[in-house]
Every structure is written in C-alpha cells, then in structure tokens.
C-alpha cells in the first residue's frame, strides 16, 4: 500500500452521489510518504481549523440532504 501525505487547502464543493457516497471537489497537495518502522503505514489527512469547520459544515449539508431522501418512516426514533 502507498502512503500519503493529503494537505487540504480548500474545499470547492460537496455532493452526494447514487451509490450513497460523498464526494469532495477539493485543493490538495499530495507528497509521498514513507510509513514509520513498526507503525501501521497510513495515509495522513492534514487541514487547517478553518478547513475542518468548512468540512464539518459540508458534512452535516450532505448528510441532511441523505436524511431528506429516506422514507419518513425509517427517521423515527428507537427506545
């Protein structure tokens, strides 16, 4: 597996897609990177505060316009 490192420096836009996915148009650098001996390799996502409050308000959009393409009958509450 290739790792990265993915340094957000914009969000443009956001959407859902047919297959239940969300999708990000964004600016980014992306670097190669080179995962540490005995650490899992991983990919880093890196952003500013400001870039991950975009982000979180991107999201909970998306997610809303999921919830409002559900039946009525699955947004009800269990307990």
Do not use: W, Y
């Amino acid at each position: 597996m290739k790792t990265h490192q993915i340094e957000i420096q914009k969000f443009k836009a956001a959407s859902n897609n047919v297959h239940g996915q969300v999708l990000f148009k964004i600016d980014a650098l992306l670097s190669a990177r080179e995962p540490i001996d005995g650490i899992e390799p991983s990919s880093l996502l890196v952003m500013t505060e400001q870039n991950a409050r975009v982000l979180m308000a991107l999201l909970k959009t998306q997610l809303a316009e999921f919830d409002s393409k559900k039946p009525k009958s699955r947004h009800g509450r269990h307990g």
